[in-house]
Nanobody
Framework: VQLQASGGGLVQAGGSLGLSCGVS????????VAWFRQTPGKEREFVSA????????YYADSVKGRFAISRDKTKNTVSLQMNSLKPVDTAVYYC???????????????????WGQGTEVTVSS
């Protein structure tokens, strides 16, 4: 499984930005694809996740109501639409995939076996 993240950039506070994660490899029927973010000196933080087959979505409390995750099965992509961005959202964002995760594991980075390279998001005040 290979993941390719794209779409990061610089945006002003209150603005919007969309990230995309291209997923390639064998069938993703039981996969969960997630977005995490990390800032220097801090642990990787869960942002959002989606079950590839059922479409169930999960969000961190800090982004609920502002971010929206979706997947496109025809393009094999998972997107993260980020609205009402705040300077605290500044981070390197990573997409990750894991097989057969139970709900309680979706926010746990070690549960994911596959990681893409990060894409940097900077929100200026």
């Amino acid at each position: 499984v290979q993941l390719q993240a794209s779409g990061g950039g610089l945006v002003q506070a209150g603005g919007s930005l969309g990230l995309s994660c291209g997923v390639s490899g064998p069938t993703f029927g039981r996969f969960v694809v997630a977005w995490f973010r990390q800032t220097p000196g801090k642990e990787r933080e869960f942002v959002s996740a989606i079950r590839w087959s059922e479409g169930n979505v999960y969000y961190a409390d800090s982004v609920k109501g502002r971010f929206a995750i979706s997947r496109d099965k025809t393009k094999n992509t998972v997107s993260l639409q980020m609205n009402s961005l705040k300077p605290v959202d500044t981070a390197v964002y990573y997409c990750a995939a894991g097989r057969g995760l139970i709900t309680s594991s979706t926010q746990n980075p070690p549960a994911y076996s596959y990681w893409g390279q990060g894409t940097e998001v900077t929100v200026s005040s």
